[in-house]
């Protein structure tokens, strides 16, 4: 069974940071490319940053470029969110997913439907 679990959500003040970290098992981790999203009360599902194979490819959401940082370390079998200048507008659940790598080559995978597991999501409140 593919285990996600995200921890490292709170509150926080404005211009503040945190780092989200995902925990994963029953997946052989280093051959899944791994995504950060958030989904606030009354939206959709947002993609925020992914991360291939690797490591050495990220891409992120216009919103959160310069300010989040996606890693992850296949050593550990986790996946990361550093999160800094927060803003109001990043409150939300934080959800961590993996999609297996299928090709060679692949994508960047930034749609929710790319994903087959998911965390159960951490909350991450900016105060103003």
């Known amino acids: 069974q593919v285990q996600l679990v995200e921890s490292g959500g709170g509150l926080v003040q404005a211009g503040g940071s945190l780092r989200l970290s995902c925990a994963a098992s029953g997946l052989f981790f280093g051959s899944n490319i791994m995504g950060w999203f958030r989904q606030a009360p009354g939206k959709e599902r947002e993609f925020v940053a992914t991360i291939k194979t690797g490591g050495r490819v990220t891409d992120y959401a216009d919103s959160v470029k310069g300010r989040f940082t996606i890693s992850r370390d296949d050593a550990k079998n986790m996946a990361y969110l550093q999160m800094n200048n927060l803003k109001p507008e990043d409150t939300a659940v934080y959800y961590c997913?993996?999609?297996?790598?299928?090709?060679?080559?692949?994508?960047?995978?930034?749609?929710?439907?790319?994903?087959?597991?998911w965390g159960q999501g951490t909350q991450v409140t900016v105060s103003s």
């Open positions: 997913a993996a999609a297996k790598r299928r090709s060679v080559i692949m994508p960047l995978l930034k749609s929710p439907s790319d994903y087959e597991a």
